[in-house]
């Protein structure tokens, strides 16, 4: 399907950095299982997406697409403008594997949750409680 490029530009506006769905999705699920933690801490290298203080541990929510995540959705590639797009892509992968490396000279622990990690919640849910107990 072949947008306009005032459509395009307008749906890419809309693409939110913080609080998306899939981040409200683990944050609740956290908080279900009684793990309380702080958001998007300024100080930490990535802002990470939670981060819980006394455990001096992280998580990363990421979109798979934007962060090129290798299951089909983060597979595909921009079919439009694709000069700008692909560095774009690969920088933010680049970036994301800085900041995770920052963050554990620093001597946190993190864990990078998949948007198609989503799809098991219980799965999900066993991943947290090893990484966060």
């Not at 299982?33 to 992280?58: C, E, I, N, T, W």
């Not at 962060?67 to 694709?82: E, L």
């Amino acid at each position: 399907m072949t947008q306009r490029p005032e459509d395009r530009s307008r749906i890419m506006r809309a693409v939110k950095d913080r609080n998306t769905g899939t981040e409200m999705i683990v944050r609740s699920l956290a908080h279900s299982m009684g793990y309380r933690y702080r958001l998007h801490r300024k100080d930490l290298p990535g802002k990470p997406d939670l981060v819980f203080p006394a455990r001096r541990k992280v998580i990363f929510v990421h979109g798979c697409f934007w962060h090129q995540h290798h299951c089909p959705r983060g597979a595909r590639s921009p079919k439009s403008n694709r000069d700008y797009w692909l560095p774009k892509l690969h920088r933010n992968q680049q970036r994301d594997a800085m900041h995770q490396a920052h963050i554990r000279d620093l001597g946190w622990d993190v864990l990078l949750i998949w948007e198609c990690e989503l799809t098991n919640r219980d799965a999900l849910g066993e991943r947290l409680k090893m990484f966060l107990g």
